[in-house]
T-cell receptor, first 117, second 116 residues
Framework: AQTVTQSQPEMSVQEAETVTLSCTYDTSESDYYLFWYKQPPSRQMILVIR??????QNATENRFSVNFQKAAKSFSLKISDSQLGDAAMYFCAYRTEGFSGNTPLVFGKGTRLSVIA | NAGVTQTPKFRVLKTGQSMTLLCAQD?????MYWYRQDPGMGLRLIHY???????AKGEVPDGYNVSRLKKQNFLLGLESAAPSQTSVYFC???????????????FGPGTRLLVL
């Protein structure tokens, strides 16, 4: 079974600084998708960024970027110019392509990010 | 466009009581999912559906039943609630395989359930 590991239960960063959240996963599949979701205190799950495994180029979304290392099965999230609104729980998630297409997500346990003013 | 909605937002049950959580989506998504979130555990899949009238078990299905009678609705039932089912429940939906942009799952706001 696929597993997703987030080894940092908590992280903190100074406002305007850069922080990197780690994620590793275990799979024997070659086609899959990786995601980072943000969960603020409101509990709403918000998609931050996604990466297709067949793409070598790292995904970027404004201040958020990933470092995808397929051979190492690593998928870290970098947040640049951190803002107070970035404070949240961040979840790394994995999904295979699957025979039927869209298969359920497998989540890591999360990393709680604090932003210090 | 409301996206994914969940009813109720919060509920307190006594052990042995039953209840149904309702998930509704207005994006015409083919696939729907129920997850539970416990402290320190991340989100775990309970059941999911790949189309109207079809359901499948996820990682932690015991004690739950589901139904997908209409494409836009996905119901999660607890027949006899137990304290171990105290959790936050999230519903999500996504497009199917042949519906174009498919990778992303859209989540509802969650239902907090407390079983005493």
């Amino acid at each position: 079974a696929q597993t997703v590991t987030q080894s940092q239960p908590e992280m903190s960063v100074q406002e305007a600084e850069t922080v990197t959240l780690s994620c590793t996963y275990d799979t024997s599949e070659s086609d899959y998708y990786l995601f980072w979701y943000k969960q603020p205190p409101s509990r709403q799950m918000i998609l931050v960024i996604r990466q297709e495994a067949y793409k070598q180029q790292n995904a970027t979304e404004n201040r958020f970027s990933v470092n995808f290392q397929k051979a190492a099965k690593s998928f870290s999230l970098k947040i640049s110019d951190s803002q107070l609104g970035d404070a949240a729980m961040y979840f790394c998630a994995y999904r295979t392509e699957g025979f039927s297409g869209n298969t359920p997500l497998v989540f890591g346990k999360g990393t709680r990010l604090s932003v210090i003013a | 466009n409301a996206g994914v909605t969940q009813t109720p937002k919060f509920r307190v049950l006594k052990t042995g009581q039953s209840m149904t959580l309702l998930c509704a989506q207005d994006m015409n998504h083919e696939y729907m999912y129920w997850y539970r979130q416990d402290p320190g555990m991340g989100l775990r899949l309970i059941h999911y559906s790949v189309g109207e009238g079809t359901t499948a078990k996820g990682e932690v299905p015991d004690g739950y039943n589901v139904s997908r009678l209409k494409k836009q609705n996905f119901l999660l039932g607890l027949e006899s609630a137990a304290p171990s089912q105290t959790s936050v429940y999230f519903c999500a939906s996504s497009y199917g395989k042949d519906e174009g942009y498919q990778e992303t799952q859209y989540f509802g706001p969650g239902t907090r359930l407390l079983v005493l």
